[in-house]
Each structure stands twice: as structure tokens, then as C-alpha cells.
């Protein structure tokens, strides 16, 4: 794996980390908010959940060999 794939790979994983813990973050704002009496414990869970969620994803990619989400190859 070259450099320039590796770069790639955790770019998206960290794109991908930012994005899942703020839709849990958010997530457990708004149920800790309308549910549950302004507890703590829904905005633990959810932005668990979002970074064990990226965590997975990211093991996932980079222990893949090939890049699947680059552009699709020229025909030759």
C-alpha cells in the first residue's frame, strides 16, 4: 500500500469519526433534552455508540488492501 492510499484511508476515517460522533453527540443532546429529564447518560451512550461505530469502519478500511472507494479505473 502506498503512501498516497494510506493518506487516503485515514482521511476518511477521521472524516468519518467526526461525523459519527457529532450525530451521536447531537443525537443524545436531543433524547437527554426530551426524554430524559436532562440526564447524562443518553450523551455518553450516543457518542459511544458514534465512535465505536467509526472505530469499526476505520479497522475495517485499513486492514482492507485495496482502495474501494477511489474512481473507477480506465478502461485499457
Keep these: ?10 482521511d476518511r476515517c477521521l472524516a468519518d469519526c ?3 460522533f457529532g450525530t451521536g453527540l447531537g443525537l443524545g443532546i436531543v433524547f437527554s433534552v ?9 450523551i455518553v ?16 478500511d485499513l486492514r482492507s488492501r485495496y482502495v474501494l472507494h477511489s474512481k473507477v479505473a480506465k478502461e485499457q
Excluded: D
Excluded at 34 to 42: G, I, L
Excluded at 49 to 56: E, R, T
Design 1 to 10: 500500500m502506498s503512501e498516497k492510499e494510506l493518506g487516503q484511508k485515514w
Design 45 to 60: 451512550f450516543g457518542t459511544g455508540l458514534g465512535l465505536g461505530m467509526a472505530y469499526s469502519n476505520c479497522q475495517n
Design 34 to 42: 426530551v426524554f430524559f429529564k436532562r440526564r447524562t447518560w443518553p
Design 18 to 20: 467526526a461525523v459519527k
